[in-house]
Every structure is written in C-alpha cells, then in structure tokens.
C-alpha cells in the first residue's frame, strides 16, 4: 500500500481524480494529507469530504520562512508518505523539502515539457503561450521535481491534438481530461519501481 500526500492550491480536480482512482481500487494506495498554500480552495473541500486531514501552510499563515518550512516538515515528521503528490500546487517548494523527498516528489504539468515549462508558464498561459506558438499537439507531463522548476525527469507524457478553432479554454480542458487518467497510472507504475 503506497502512502500518499498531496499538495494543492487550486480547484483539486486531479486530487480529486487520484483519491477516486484510490476508492475504485485502482490505485492501493492511501492519501495521508492535503497540504495547501490556499485555505478555500476546491482541493479543500474534496479533501474534507474525503475525510483527509488539511494542513494550510502559507505565507500568511507562516510569514517566517524558517516558520514555513519547519511547518512543511511537521507534517511529514507526523504523517510519513512514500511519495509527494503535487496536484497544482502553486507555490515553489523550499529546497529542504525537495532534498528531503529526493525522487519522491511527482508533478503534473499541463503541457509536453521542456516546451512551455518554468517561470510564467502556469495554468491558462501555458495553453495560450502553445495556440500562440501553432503547435499541432499539446498534453501533460508527469515529471520529478527537482529544484528547478518543471526540470525534473520527466516519467510519463500524454499527447492531445491542438485542433483548429481552439481556445485556451478548449485546449484546457482537453489536456485537463487526459491529466486525470495519467496521474494516477504514472503514481502506480513509478511506485512500482522505486518502492
Ligand atoms: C493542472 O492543469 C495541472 O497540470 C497544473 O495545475 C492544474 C491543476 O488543476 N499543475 P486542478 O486543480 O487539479 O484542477
């Protein structure tokens, strides 16, 4: 049974695509927490109806840096995890963090990296910066996270046509459909490998 946490600031719908994956039994796995950067946020609500116990960690809730990152490992000190889920989780994590869970950390990004990856590149630009560029296709990427961001090694890609007539929104949701799928398979299978 692999232990889960997830981080996540927005919406949830791939958080609430891997718990649903984990209740079908598709997935042996156990989400120990949700970690946010964002106390009324989608995820939030998925995670208490899941009965997940939050942890709200911010700069608003942290303003002290040391104070933040000492709270991030609290919770891991208190609830262990095999891997770190990142679900659009908004926020750069400190580097302790990142040293601490090395190759244990997963995110998904929402376009073929390394194209349309690091600064500026987050939620709707990243589907408007691809239209704009002409690309034929587009699709998420499952990656490790590594202290540079969006430039860890990337595990698995899913390839979406770009369509004629799309919009940022479109293609959003096109990719968004695809991530839901990829997620939770990429989590079994690079479990699988490494635990
Ligand atoms: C997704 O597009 C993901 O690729 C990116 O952030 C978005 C999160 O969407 N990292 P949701 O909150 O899971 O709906």
Redesign the pocket.
């Known amino acids: 049974m692999i232990k889960i946490g997830v981080m ?10 891997i718990i649903d994956h984990i209740g079908e039994g598709d997935l042996e796995a156990q989400c120990k927490f949700l970690i946010t950067n964002n106390g009324t ?3 939030v609500e998925h995670a208490m109806s899941y009965g997940i116990p939050v942890y709200h960690i911010s700069g608003k809730t942290h303003p002290d840096v040391h104070q933040y990152e000492r709270a991030l490992c609290a919770v891991l000190d208190e609830r262990p995890v095999d891997l770190l889920i ?5 926020k750069a994590l400190p580097d302790v963090l990142v040293e601490r869970m090395e190759n244990r950390i997963l ?4 376009s073929l990296l390394p194209k349309f990856g690091g600064k500026g590149f ?2 709707i630009h ?1 589907h408007e910066a691809v239209l704009a560029a002409g690309e034929k296709e587009s699709g ?1 990427t499952v990656h490790l996270v590594s202290k540079e961001i969006d430039s860890g090694r990337i595990l698995t890609q899913r390839k979406v046509p770009v369509l004629p007539g799309d919009t940022p929104e479109v293609l ?1 949701a096109r ?2 459909e695809q ?2 799928d990829l997620y939770w398979r990429t989590i079994r299978d690079y479990a699988a490998e490494v635990l």
């Open positions: 996540a600031s927005g919406g949830g719908s791939n958080f609430k695509a946020c989608g995820a990142l679900a659009g989780y908004m995110n998904i990004h929402p987050w939620g990243v998420p959003q990719v968004l991530e839901h």
